[in-house]
């Protein structure tokens, strides 16, 4: 896939000298960073495979509901236990399975996300909220196979080469590229864009007789190199990827109950902490748990909302959506 973005260094560029490999300076935020992909490491199991029937399978696996009843009372928690088993149908004895749970009911535009716990011995407990009332259906997925979170890991630590990155670079009115990465394998001189502050650290090949501060956008696309063995890659064919694991009961029933409490929520704001899940929809309007939104304003009054307000954005490629729908929808000038 090929993308572009408009970059703006972080901090003031510099030309450094001729280095076999770049790599990031100490400080005291990286070794934050360091210590929680350390977390991470001793979290996802470092597990091999020799045969594809050896892996998870999700129409192998089981999930029953461990408190069931006839009907639930509005607020109450549903507990689900998951059993992996491999395509051998043999039990598995580790976890790091990638699963996705929800809970949903189509008639009323509602769904919400479930917490999964893992027991690291092939066994999960999936907590649903149940926050509406009516008939509510589940779903679990196994997304991606413990052997596949286990490999994306091993590949992720491994390097930086599975994205190439391009620089375009103005000179009088020119438009030149040039080769740039988060390292590089260089003997010429480098323009580092690096940020002290936050640890983050980006480099291009600096071009003769051209600032580094000429840099003006930034072109990324994927290479054909992967750190995944061939056995690995059948790991993620699309047919391998969101299975869904039987269940034996596929809905149930929810009621408002008596004596229930309703407890008064703060207005939303940012800087609030988020639980998990950290709300859920009903009649496709987002409900937050931590707190209330008092009013959904119409999109006929977003201009007027907006007026005079910087927004900040900082996401991924799902956010870039709003970046392109705002200069769509408001009407204001440039």
């Given at each position: 896939?090929?993308?572009?973005?408009?970059?703006?260094?972080?901090?003031?560029?510099?030309t450094?000298?001729?280095?076999?490999?770049?790599?990031?300076?100490?400080?005291?935020?990286?070794?934050?960073?360091?210590?929680?992909?350390?977390?991470?490491?001793?979290?996802?199991p470092?597990?091999?495979?020799?045969?594809?029937?050896?892996?998870?399978?999700?129409?192998?696996?089981?999930?029953?509901?461990?408190?069931?009843?006839?009907k639930?009372?509005?607020?109450d928690?549903?507990?689900?236990?998951?059993?992996?088993?491999?395509?051998?149908?043999e039990?598995?004895?580790?976890?790091?399975?990638?699963?996705?749970?929800?809970?949903?009911?189509?008639?009323?535009?509602?769904?919400?996300?479930?917490?999964?716990?893992?027991?690291?011995?092939?066994?999960?407990?999936?907590?649903?909220?149940?926050?509406?009332?009516?008939?509510?259906?589940?779903?679990?997925?196994?997304?991606?196979?413990?052997?596949?979170?286990?490999?994306?890991?091993?590949?992720?630590?491994?390097?930086?080469?599975?994205?190439?990155?391009?620089?375009?670079?103005?000179?009088?009115?020119?438009?030149?590229?040039?080769?740039?990465?988060?390292?590089?394998?260089?003997?010429?001189?480098?323009?580092?864009?690096?940020?002290?502050?936050?640890?983050?650290?980006?480099?291009?090949?600096?071009?003769?007789?051209?600032?580094?501060?000429?840099l003006?956008?930034?072109?990324?696309?994927?290479?054909p190199?992967?750190?995944?063995t061939?056995?690995?890659?059948?790991?993620?064919?699309?047919?391998?990827?969101?299975?869904?694991?039987?269940?034996?009961?596929?809905?149930?029933?929810?009621?408002?109950?008596?004596?229930?409490?309703?407890?008064?929520?703060?207005?939303?704001?940012?800087?609030?902490?988020?639980?998990?899940?950290?709300?859920?929809?009903?009649?496709?309007?987002?409900?937050?748990?931590?707190?209330?939104?008092?009013?959904?304003?119409?999109?006929?009054?977003?201009?007027?909302?907006?007026?005079?307000r910087?927004?900040y954005?900082?996401?991924?490629?799902?956010?870039?959506?709003?970046?392109?729908?705002?200069?769509?929808h408001?009407?204001?000038?440039?």
């Amino acid at each position: 896939q090929l993308s572009n973005v408009q970059f703006l260094p972080y901090g003031s560029p510099t030309t450094t000298q001729p280095t076999k490999s770049t790599t990031a300076k100490p400080h005291d935020l990286e070794q934050q960073v360091i210590c929680k992909l350390d977390l991470i490491n001793r979290t996802i199991p470092n597990v091999f495979f020799n045969n594809l029937t050896e892996i998870s399978s999700g129409t192998n696996s089981t999930a029953t509901i461990l408190n069931y009843k006839p009907k639930y009372c509005l607020g109450d928690t549903l507990i689900v236990k998951i059993q992996m088993f491999n395509y051998l149908g043999e039990r598995k004895t580790y976890g790091g399975d990638f699963l996705r749970a929800r809970i949903f009911s189509p008639n009323l535009g509602a769904a919400a996300s479930g917490r999964v716990e893992d027991f690291n011995d092939g066994t999960y407990n999936v907590y649903f909220t149940l926050f509406w009332e009516g008939r509510v259906q589940m779903s679990i997925l196994l997304m991606h196979p413990s052997e596949a979170v286990s490999s994306l890991w091993r590949a992720r630590n491994q390097g930086y080469k599975n994205v190439k990155y391009i620089g375009k670079f103005l000179k009088k009115g020119q438009e030149v590229h040039t080769e740039c990465g988060f390292q590089l394998d260089s003997q010429g001189e480098i323009c580092d864009y690096g940020d002290d502050k936050y640890g983050e650290f980006f480099y291009c090949m600096k071009l003769p007789g051209i600032p580094c501060e000429a840099l003006i956008s930034m072109k990324s696309e994927n290479t054909p190199h992967a750190y995944l063995t061939d056995k690995e890659k059948m790991l993620f064919t699309r047919s391998n990827i969101g299975v869904e694991i039987p269940q034996d009961i596929n809905q149930v029933d929810v009621v408002k109950c008596k004596n229930m409490s309703i407890e008064v929520k703060p207005k939303c704001q940012t800087g609030m902490s988020l639980p998990f899940p950290s709300g859920y929809f009903l009649d496709n309007v987002w409900y937050p748990l931590y707190c209330n939104l008092s009013s959904y304003e119409p999109l006929a009054n977003i201009t007027t909302c907006l007026t005079g307000r910087i927004i900040y954005l900082m996401g991924d490629s799902t956010l870039r959506q709003w970046i392109e729908y705002f200069p769509e929808h408001l009407k204001c000038e440039y």
